[in-house]
């Protein structure tokens, strides 16, 4: 494997990773709940 080949992918990835993260990150933030969680009372010793 030419080295200039196996840095620009090594150097690749870990550009790629963090923002895969970042952008798993942000996906998450934004979740509305259209539905109320109703809450419902146990009876009962637990």
Excluded: C, H, Q
């Excluded at 080949?5 to 979740?31: C, H, N, Q, S, Y």
């Amino acid at each position: 494997m030419n080295i200039y080949l196996f840095w620009f992918l090594f150097l690749t990835l870990w550009a790629i990773v963090p923002l895969m993260i970042i952008k798993g990150r942000v996906d998450e933030a934004p979740k509305i709940k259209t539905s109320p969680e109703v809450k419902t009372k146990k009876k009962g010793w637990f």
